[in-house]
Every structure is written in structure tokens, then in C-alpha cells.
T-cell receptor
Framework: SQQGEEDPQALSIQEGENATMNCSYK?????LQWYRQNSGRGLVHLIL?????REKHSGRLRVTLDTSKKSSSLLITASRAADTASYFC??????????????FGTGTLLAVQP | DTEVTQTPKHLVMGMTNKKSLKCEQH?????MYWYKQKAKKPPELMFV???????INESVPSRFSPECPNSSLLNLHLHALQPEDSALYLC??????????????FGPGTRLTVT
């Protein structure tokens, strides 16, 4: 399977704390993306980091990428109850034309306690 | 408009029924996707349309039949489903890799229950 692995599978923290989740993948990549999914809803794209980037920030999100280790991490700082969701990393397999296939990781379920 | 819409939100159908799921986007995206997601699992790709042509079929059973009537619309026709097909069905769209834009925009999903 090409599926990536994420850890931890589940994470429970208090509001205001930082949350870190990790992703490992198997193939060489062009870019890696992170998505959030609130319970039973669609996925929301959070951030994309390209293979020639090592770190990227967006608001309270910080993503790192280590292509030599085939791993990435997502840090959410100063977490809020509204951050409670599942988080998925995804790598891209280009197919040509307009088609890109996302290979999702197994996901981390984050619970932020008020 | 950065929204992907899906109808219906919920669908309950018997194993002999025929129903359709609908998806619409008005972002000018040229690729549209159907995913199936079981509880506590990542989405699994089912089909991809690129420029209104089927470009990927992930060996999906023929009881699922996709259709792309135009660049904004994507349908998934369902017939003779099994209880194990009960899942959240997600539609997504993207601009396409040639533009350097790889992110996908997802709809809210259709929760399907097969009885």
C-alpha cells in the first residue's frame, strides 16, 4: 500500500497547549498537504509544502518537511476547542492532464478539551 | 465561489433501489473526484474525471457508475448496493497539476446507508 502513516492515532490536549502530529510517507514527492476533517464532514485543505521547502507557516500552523526521512510534522500552536478534528497528511501522485491522486495518511484524531 | 456542493446530505436506500449522488463546483476546476470514506479511516479514491473524461477508476464495482455531464457537475449513480457500501461519499475538485495548484476542495459529503 502507498498509504502514509500518521502518529499519534489520537491526541487529547487542553486548550492553549500545542499539538504536534507526524506523517511518514513512502514515495518521492512533489508536495505534501495537510487536511482537516470535522466529524462527518468534508475535508478542508490547510497547507501545502513543496519538496524544496523545509518549513512553512500559516497562522497558528507550522509544517515541516524532511524529504531525506520521508516525514512531515504539523504543529498547531495555542490550540482551541474548535481545532478538534481529524487531521490527514496527503502526498500527490500526478497522473497527467488535470488529474492528481492524493495518497492520504491514516489520520490523527485531535481532541482539544476546553 | 470556493464551494463544492453535494446533494443529498443523507440517503437511505434499499439494496434494490437506484439513486444518484450529485456534486457541483463553480471554481472552473478541470478535475473532479469521488471518494468513499468509512468511519475512522482516510478517504479512498473511487473515480477521477479530468476535462470531463474518466481518467482513473480504482477498480470500483460496477454498481457504482460515475458521470460527468459538464465541467461543473459530477454524478454518482448507485444501483444494487450492498450494506457494506454504507459510508460517507465525498466529492472534490482541483485546478489540475499543470497549473501548479494541487490542493483539492471537498464537498460536505453524502452519508449513505444501505439497508
Amino acid at each position: 500500500s502507498q498509504q502514509g502513516e500518521e502518529d499519534p492515532q489520537a491526541l487529547s490536549i487542553q486548550e492553549g497547549e500545542n499539538a504536534t502530529m507526524n506523517c511518514s510517507y513512502k514515495t518521492s514527492i512533489n508536495n505534501l498537504q495537510w487536511y482537516r476533517q470535522n466529524s462527518g464532514r468534508g475535508l478542508v485543505h490547510l497547507i501545502l509544502i513543496r519538496s524544496n521547502e523545509r518549513e512553512k507557516h500559516s497562522g497558528r500552523l507550522r509544517v515541516t518537511l524532511d524529504t531525506s526521512k520521508k516525514s512531515s510534522s504539523l504543529l498547531i500552536t495555542a490550540s482551541r476547542a474548535a481545532d478538534t478534528a481529524s487531521y490527514f497528511c496527503a502526498t500527490v501522485l500526478p497522473y497527467g492532464g488535470a488529474t492528481n491522486k492524493l495518497i492520504f495518511g491514516t489520520g490523527t484524531l485531535l481532541a482539544v478539551q476546553p | 465561489d470556493t464551494e463544492v456542493t453535494q446533494t443529498p446530505k443523507h440517503l437511505v436506500m434499499g439494496m434494490t433501489n437506484k439513486k444518484s449522488l450529485k456534486c457541483e463546483q463553480h471554481m472552473g476546476h478541470r478535475a473532479m473526484y469521488w471518494y468513499k470514506q468509512k468511519a475512522k479511516k482516510p478517504p479512498e479514491l473511487m473515480f477521477v474525471y479530468s476535462y470531463e473524461k474518466l481518467s482513473i477508476n480504482e477498480s470500483v464495482p460496477s454498481r457504482f457508475s460515475p458521470e460527468c455531464p459538464n465541467s461543473s457537475l459530477l454524478n454518482l449513480h448507485l444501483h444494487a448496493l450492498q450494506p457494506e457500501d454504507s459510508a460517507l461519499y465525498l466529492c472534490a475538485s482541483s485546478q489540475g497539476g499543470g497549473t501548479g495548484r494541487y490542493e483539492q476542495y471537498f464537498g460536505p459529503g453524502t452519508r449513505l446507508t444501505v439497508t
